[in-house]
């Protein structure tokens, strides 16, 4: 069965090694992310393009 006190323990344990990221890693992460989301958007255009002009 679920135990709370044993994820609440988990959950702490995490907040006290997690660090947050720095201003360059979290520009790059950014950047990445949104070159991704650009390049699935221009593949979805060109299939949705070529299906069009079947």
Do not use: C, Q, W, Y
Request: proline share 2%; hydrophobic share 60%; aromatic share 12%.
């Amino acid at each position: 069965m679920f135990n709370l006190a044993d994820f609440i323990d988990r959950a702490i344990r995490v907040m006290n090694v997690f660090n947050r990221p720095k201003r360059e890693e979290f520009v790059r992460m950014a950047r990445i992310t949104a070159l991704g989301i650009v390049v699935v958007g221009i593949l979805g255009l060109a299939v949705s393009m070529i299906f069009n002009f079947i």
